[in-house]
């Protein structure tokens, strides 16, 4: 199975403090829960929240799946939750404000959060999530050189040779997708 290489996120994990720190000097933890960021920042999508501390290591606690987590990532800390009360219980003293995902959370999500986490006030970390993300690493510019190969491969040499009368749209689309994706777990 592939995993995104545990320098890769540690790297990305040390970007995006640096980041926080610049744009926002007194933050003391920040909270990921939707799955592109949560899989940017620990190499798994699940039904989760990622705390982290300015002066701790982070940790990604899962609701479902922990096993699937466990053999997907190579981030440091991974737990099982059965709610937000257990990853709060691992707290004595939470910070006063916590920076947060604004743009995709939805209200009553975010006030189950705050029923086990009570901050006082939520700020938004949207801006400094993309300002980390759209800087692109080697590891991450060679994954997208590999996916323009496939992609020119597929659309130059294959597709042409897929073209038929009554083929339509969505037929053609499904047979492209499979196409990719097959190739790309061939290399």
């Known amino acids: 199975m592939y995993k995104v290489p545990l320098s890769e996120l540690e790297n990305r994990m040390h970007s995006f403090k640096k980041q926080m720190d610049f744009s926002h000097p007194d933050w003391e933890m920040a909270v990921i829960f939707t799955n592109i960021n949560m899989y940017y920042f620990t190499g798994t999508m699940q039904d989760g929240v990622l705390l982290i501390p300015r002066e701790e290591e ?40 916590v920076y947060l995902e604004t743009e995709f959370i939805p209200l009553g999500f975010y006030q189950r959060f705050l029923k086990h986490f009570p ?56 047979e492209l997708f499979q196409l990719m994706v097959q190739r790309d777990t061939m290399e």
Not at 125 to 149: I, P, Q, T
């Open 58 to 97: 982070p940790t990604l606690w899962v609701r479902r799946s922990y096993e699937r987590a466990l053999n997907e990532s190579l981030f440091d800390d991974i737990r099982p939750m059965k709610s937000f009360r257990d990853a709060a219980l691992t707290w004595s003293q939470l910070p006063s404000r």
């Open 119 to 174: 901050f006082k006030e939520f700020k938004a970390l949207d801006r400094d999530l993309g300002m980390v993300r759209g800087v692109k690493s080697d590891y991450e510019l060679n994954l997208m050189k590999k996916a323009g190969k496939i992609h020119a491969h597929v659309l130059e040499d294959v597709a042409p040779s897929l073209l038929k009368e009554g083929l339509n749209e969505a037929q053609l689309t499904v």
